[in-house]
Structures are given as C-alpha cells and as structure tokens.
C-alpha cells in the first residue's frame, strides 16, 4: 500500500513544529512515573484498554495504525503520556467526538523512545492516535521470502520484550500497567494468516483478521505474526500453528502439550487463558521462544525430530503462570518473571521425565550461570538489580533464571513440597491478572509462609546481595557425573550410550579431553553417526568440538547444511568461530554467503562482524 505520501509529509511538517513547541518538563518523581523505563505516569492518567485497526504494508515494511485507547483521568491531568519509538505520528484525536488535538513529542531517548503527551480533560475517556511505524522498528521482524521454510511468501513477527511495543504501537509501556485489547488486522496478503497473542483463527480468512484479549495484559505481550501460517490441533485446547510444510512436523513433536498443561496445572492452578497454542517460526527467526498470552512463539530449532527439546516449551508455558498471570512491575524485578519460570520447568520436567533428568538441566544451566558471572559486575549478580538508565535486556543474565529459581528451591526445602506448593499457588490465586514488585512478593512470602511455619531464612542476601550464598543447594547430577567420567576414560573405549538424551550427548561430547584424537572422533562418529544428527543441540556442540580438534574436510558440507537451514542465532556462531579460529575462514566466509539469505539481520549483524 501506498497511500497518503503527501500528506504524510505535510503531517511530518506539522509535527516538527510541535516537536519545537515543546515545553521543559516538570520534574518527575519516582511516585508518578514508578517504572522508570516508561514515560508514563499511570496513577495520573491510565490507558486501559485498546482498539488496534492495522494496516499491513509488506512491500514497504511498514504497519499503518490507529491505536484507540479507553483511559481514566485519575489525577484530573491535563494530558495523558504514551511511549513511542520511531512512530510518526499523523494526528491524535480525543473523546467520542474525535476531536483533534495538538499533541507533543519530545525528543527522541536512545533506550526509551520519545514521549507522546496528549492534553485531555477531567472527563475525556478516549485517545485514538494515527500513526506508522518506521523503518527501523526494533519489535517488527520483517523476513523476506527467503527466510521462510516455504521459501514463497514473506513472514512478519512481533517481539514485544522488554520495551520494545512501543515501537509498534504508542502505549503506556510499562510491565506495570495491564491493558486489554481487540485488534483488527486488514490487507494481510492473499494466502497468508494473522495470529496474535488473542483469539486467533484456524482458518485462513479474506485479508481481514479480528482479535479480541479480554483478560488484562502488560503491554510488552501483545504480539502478531503473519505468514503462510496452518493450525493443526494436538488436543481440544492445544494446537499448534506452523508454516505448512513444517506443519506435521511440528505437530508430532509437540504431542505432549496438553499432558505438559495438565501436569502445570496439577502443580500450581488452573491455567487461565482459554487455549494454549504454540507457533514455530520459520527457521530465520533468531530467537529461543516468547511467552506470549495464548500462542508461545518458539524457534523452529526445538523441532529436533525426538521431542527432546520441548522443555523449552515447558518453560515458555509456566510462564502463563509466572509473567503473564503475576508480572513484575518493573525490570528490576525481573527474576520474578524468569526465576519462578525455570523453578517451574524444572517442576513440569520432573513430573514428566523424573527427577534425575530435571536435576541434570539443573545442573547444566547451574553451571552456565558460574561461567557467566565471571564476566559480570558483581552487582548485576543481584536478584533485585537496578535497571535504571540502562536498557532492560541487559539484565537478562542467567542470573534472574538461574540464581531466582535455586533462591525458590532453596525456599522449598525450609519446609517440604505440599507446603511449599500450596505457598505458591497462594501467591499467583491472591495476585492474578496484577503486576507485582519484589517486595510486594518478599512481603508476602514472609506473612503466608516463612512466619506461617517459623522458619528462617537470608532472604534479604539471596535478594540484595551480590553472589550466590552459601546455603544455595548446589545442583548434583550423577547422570552428569558418569558422563563425564565416560568422556575422561574415552581413550579406553567407548562408552555405552543406551538411553542418553540429546542432553547428555551434549555433555559428553563438551567433556571429551583437549588430548582427543581425530581417529577417536572419528570412531565415535561410525558408531554413533552424529554427524549425521537433527538435533541442533547436539550439531552444535559436535561439530564445533570437532572443528576445533581438526575434523573439518570430512563433516564440512554436513555443517553447511547445518548452517544454511539453522538461523538461531546462538547455535550458528559458535561454529563460525570454530571455523575462523582453526584458519578455515574462507569456507566460514563460502557458507555465510550461502546462508545468509535466510538469516534474520540480527544474526547476519553478528556473523558479518566476525567474518570481516
Ligand atoms: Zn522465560
């Protein structure tokens, strides 16, 4: 579509005249604007609920909205404040009436964006803002055909956390403040879906696509793909949604979903959201997963053709309870979100897979946060970290993972498992559909369970205080321990492998000795053909091992198909570097020209830089 040029530009004038108009701010306090990486200032004027009308624009990359807000006046402000981010702004209209106003936007914050204020009376109930994205909007993921499966039509994906939603949609974008939505999705191309974190079809319909999210969410959750998208349903309220020539695939992979809900919801409640649907990405998409209310968006990777990766889904759906039902306020409060998450997981794993094989990923993720807090500044090893001027995805350590979930457990065993559970389910039943600070939790933990049973416990220190405290209960896997005695003792032969899951391979295969040979690896590789493995879990750490010992000429077109299907980020370039650091930089250089097509720019970005 390409409509309105011209008036785009006279509007853009407009707004640069505003733009100049705009007055010094009054300061503002932390009571007014208490999530500091938003610019708005809810207990004054709060936008509650939004009627999205989007126009999709594939050829020029750009969505065209209009964002109609239902806000209360609370403190009798003179003007309500949205986050914006790159948006151009056409007009802004307020009250029943439509009647347009002079809004102003103030200059552009490198991390936060630019403020919208909107001036509103006591009275006024309705904001609608006319807006596009621009071109570098950091929540849209544009990928050409040839990042798809399907490799025919072009795919668009949203990723909201933590403040990127205002760059697609001007709203009060804070964790803090929940809003409901109903959305309305128009010139989606002929053959293609829209889905979004709502209701969402089953079908394919003509253009046009309506949504409705009733329940009330943090804005950073509002989420959209469109493509060549099919459903296919696992049972009556799991699905999944996947490009057709995955979809079967991905289906078989995912069988365990509604077995997966059924044991979270034995653990800590009902699940609240209606249905729960997973959407594999097609294979440019360069991230894990994302929680989003109703349809987890997951990385085509975990289809591994062994079910063995869906743990990830496991920790994307405990999130329906932790995140999305009880948010943390603010991003300093993030291991509230992803602590309870991994505790979860772990929980859901263990009922399906048992206890030693929940306490082996445990263990492998335990050990990745050791490795990762070498090279943290002791004070973002914090629970509780002050995000403040910084950008929230930052502090996306395996600190708020890893570090929460060992404080939760370390909490369980105070008492035992029927107390503590009930304790937990407690706290999300008391505070669903809220968004809640650490304190707030502290508080709570201390009157309906540390006071409710007298124990004791340094709370304060695993919260505050930089490190990890000495009464943290160290993970212990003996499946781990013998794996790598197998790996120390491989010049005696080969190990028995009966049984072992792509985890263990993974493990193994990273504790070989520096002294393994080229005919060990060899060996290992008749045997075992894991050169030849689906699991990209297991790719990666086989084929950069291998690289690094010399194995090269043998497996290469092996990696390069590897490198060429996979787009994940993460899993592509350890095994660049393997390549480049053993002098084989001009195949790194032959693959990535291959692959690139298909790799979305935040991973191309990366592999670029390194090959240059
Ligand atoms: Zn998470």
């Given at each position: 579509?390409?409509?309105?040029?011209?008036?785009?530009?006279?509007?853009?004038?407009?707004?640069?005249?505003?733009?100049q108009?705009?007055?010094?701010?009054?300061?503002?306090?932390?009571?007014?604007?208490?999530?500091?990486?938003?610019?708005?200032?809810?207990?004054?004027?709060?936008?509650?609920?939004?009627?999205l009308?989007?126009?999709?624009?594939?050829?020029?990359?750009?969505?065209?909205?209009?964002?109609?807000?239902?806000?209360?006046?609370l403190?009798?402000?003179?003007?309500?404040?949205?986050?914006?981010?790159?948006?151009?702004?056409?007009?802004?209209?307020?009250?029943?009436?439509?009647?347009?106003?002079?809004?102003?936007?103030?200059?552009?914050?490198?991390v936060?964006?630019?403020?919208?204020?909107?001036?509103?009376?006591?009275?006024t109930?309705?904001?609608?803002?006319?807006?596009?994205?621009?071109?570098?909007?950091?929540?849209?993921?544009?990928?050409?055909?040839?990042?798809?499966?399907?490799?025919t039509?072009?795919f668009?994906?949203?990723?909201?956390?933590a403040?990127?939603?205002?760059?697609?949609?001007?709203?009060?974008?804070?964790?803090?403040?929940r809003?409901?939505?109903?959305?309305?999705v128009?010139?989606?191309?002929?053959?293609?879906?829209?889905?979004?974190?709502?209701?969402?079809?089953q079908?394919?319909?003509?253009?046009?696509?309506?949504?409705?999210?009733?329940?009330?969410?943090?804005p950073?959750?509002?989420?959209?793909?469109?493509?060549?998208?099919?459903?296919?349903?696992?049972?009556?309220?799991?699905?999944?949604?996947?490009?057709p020539?995955?979809?079967?695939?991905?289906?078989?992979?995912?069988?365990?979903?509604?077995?997966m809900?059924?044991?979270?919801?034995?653990?800590?409640?009902?699940?609240?959201?209606?249905?729960?649907?997973?959407?594999?990405l097609?294979?440019?998409?360069?991230?894990?997963?994302?929680?989003?209310?109703?349809?987890?968006?997951?990385?085509?990777?975990?289809?591994?053709?062994?079910?063995?990766?869906?743990?990830?889904?496991?920790?994307?759906?405990?999130?329906?309870?932790?995140?999305?039902?009880?948010?943390?306020?603010?991003?300093?409060?993030?291991?509230?979100?992803?602590?309870?998450?991994?505790?979860?997981?772990?929980?859901?794993?263990?009922?399906?897979?048992?206890?030693?094989?929940?306490?082996?990923?445990?263990?492998?993720?335990?050990?990745?946060?050791?490795?990762?807090?070498?090279?943290?500044?002791?004070?973002?090893?914090?629970?509780?970290?002050?995000?403040?001027?910084?950008?929230?995805?930052?502090?996306?350590?395996?600190?708020?993972?890893?570090?929460?979930?060992?404080?939760?457990?370390?909490?369980?065993?105070?008492?035992?498992?029927?107390?503590?559970?009930?304790?937990?389910?407690?706290?999300?039943?008391?505070?669903?559909?809220?968004?809640?600070?650490?304190?707030?939790?502290?508080?709570?933990?201390?009157?309906?369970?540390?006071?409710?049973?007298?124990?004791?416990?340094?709370?304060?220190?695993?919260?505050?205080?930089?490190?990890?405290?000495?009464?943290?209960?160290?993970?212990?896997?003996?499946?781990?321990?013998?794996?790598?005695?197998?790996?120390?003792?491989?010049?005696?032969?080969?190990?028995?492998?009966?049984?072992?899951?792509?985890?263990?391979?993974?493990?193994?295969?990273?504790?070989?000795?520096?002294s393994?040979?080229?005919?060990?690896?060899?060996?290992?590789?008749?045997?075992?053909?894991?050169?030849?493995?689906?699991n990209?879990?297991?790719?990666?750490?086989?084929?950069?091992?291998?690289?690094?010992?010399?194995?090269?000429?043998?497996?290469?077109?092996?990696?390069e198909?590897?490198?060429?299907?996979?787009?994940?980020?993460?899993?592509?370039?350890?095994?660049?570097?393997?390549?480049?650091?053993?002098?084989?930089?001009?195949?790194?250089?032959?693959?990535?020209?291959?692959?690139?097509?298909?790799?979305?720019?935040?991973?191309?970005?990366?592999?670029?830089?390194?090959?240059?």
């Open positions: 579509m390409k409509f309105q040029s011209i008036v785009v530009l006279i509007l853009f004038a407009l707004f640069i005249a505003c733009n108009e705009t007055p010094k701010q009054e300061p503002i306090t932390s009571d007014s604007r208490p999530d500091r990486h938003s610019f708005s200032q809810p207990k004054l004027a709060v936008a509650k609920h939004l009627d009308n989007l126009k999709v624009d594939f050829d020029q990359k750009k969505l065209y909205g209009t964002a109609t807000w239902t806000i209360e006046n403190g009798k402000a003179k003007e309500i404040i949205f986050d914006t981010d790159g948006l151009n702004i056409v007009k802004v209209t307020v009250g029943q009436e439509a009647k347009e106003v002079q809004f102003l936007l103030d200059a552009q914050d490198s936060l964006g630019a403020a919208l204020h909107v001036p509103i009376e006591p009275t109930n309705l904001v609608a803002i006319e807006y596009q994205t621009g071109p570098n909007a950091a929540a849209l993921g544009w990928m050409d055909a040839s990042m798809t499966a399907g490799k039509k072009p668009l994906f949203t990723q909201g956390q403040i990127l939603t205002r760059s697609w949609i001007p709203c009060q974008d804070s964790p803090g403040n809003i409901t939505y109903h959305a309305n128009s010139d989606v191309p002929d053959g293609m879906m829209a889905v979004m974190s709502a209701t969402n079809p079908e394919p319909a003509k253009n046009t696509y309506t949504f409705k999210m009733d329940q009330p969410i943090p950073y959750l509002i989420a959209l793909a469109i493509g060549d998208i099919a459903f296919k349903p696992i049972s009556e309220r799991t699905g999944v949604y996947a490009e020539v995955m979809l079967d695939k991905v289906a078989w992979e995912f069988a365990d979903m509604e077995k809900v059924e044991t979270a919801e034995s653990l800590y409640g009902p699940y609240a959201w209606g249905r729960y649907d997973v959407i594999v097609p294979p440019g998409f360069p991230f894990g997963g994302m929680e989003n209310p109703r349809l987890t968006f997951a990385t085509p990777t975990v289809i591994a053709g062994d079910r063995s990766l869906v743990s990830l889904v496991a920790h994307e759906l405990a999130h329906s309870w932790s995140g999305n039902l009880v948010t943390n306020a603010t991003w300093s409060d993030f291991w509230l979100n992803e602590g309870f998450t991994v505790y979860f997981e772990r929980r859901i794993m263990e009922a399906l897979y048992g206890a030693d094989f929940a306490e082996m990923q445990d263990e492998l993720e335990y050990n990745e946060l050791i490795e990762e807090m070498k090279s943290l500044d002791s004070a973002d090893t914090r629970l509780k970290v002050d995000m403040t001027g910084r950008n929230p995805d930052d502090g996306a350590t395996m600190v708020p993972y890893q570090k929460g979930s060992m404080f939760l457990r370390m909490l369980e065993q105070k008492t035992d498992r029927e107390k503590w559970d009930a304790f937990l389910k407690s706290w999300f039943e008391a505070n669903k559909f809220t968004s809640r600070t650490t304190e707030d939790f502290l508080d709570f933990l201390k009157k309906n369970y540390l006071d409710k049973y007298q124990v004791t416990a340094n709370v304060e220190e695993w919260v505050y205080k930089p490190g990890i405290p000495a009464n943290c209960p160290i993970p212990h896997s003996t499946r781990l321990a013998a794996l790598e005695k197998a790996a120390q003792d491989i010049a005696n032969g080969l190990p028995n492998t009966k049984n072992w899951a792509p985890q263990e391979w993974v493990h193994f295969i990273r504790s070989l000795p520096e393994t040979n080229v005919a060990t690896f060899k060996n290992l590789d008749s045997k075992f053909h894991l050169t030849q493995s689906t990209a879990q297991v790719q990666l750490a086989w084929y950069e091992v291998n690289i690094r010992h010399g194995y090269v000429t043998e497996i290469l077109p092996q990696v198909n590897y490198l060429v299907t996979v787009g994940r980020r993460y899993l592509v370039k350890a095994v660049y570097q393997a390549l480049k650091d053993i002098g084989h930089i001009e195949d790194a250089r032959r693959i990535f020209a291959k692959a690139k097509p298909g790799y979305h720019a935040v991973t191309r970005g990366t592999i670029e830089e390194m090959l240059k």
